[in-house]
């Protein structure tokens, strides 16, 4: 019984012990999500002002042009 006991105590120790890894690794592996996401969102609104901006140069240039022509 004595030995069953101290099984069970070492087993559970241990148990605790890759608990605590495994909440680490998930924390640190949410991390690297977060900031991957944080990138991609920057990225993805860079992009968009980018493609705003080319717009707007091309309206610039119709307008131009229509303008040119309307003369």
Known sequence: ???TL????????????TIEQR?????????????ERDVNDQNRNEIKRA????LARNLEKSAVAFSGIRM
């Open 1 to 3: 019984m004595k030995q």
């Open 6 to 17: 101290k099984h069970t105590t070492d087993n559970t120790m241990n148990l605790d012990t």
């Open 23 to 35: 909440k680490r690794e998930l924390k640190t592996i949410t991390e690297d999500i977060n900031k």
């Open 51 to 54: 493609q705003l901006e080319l």
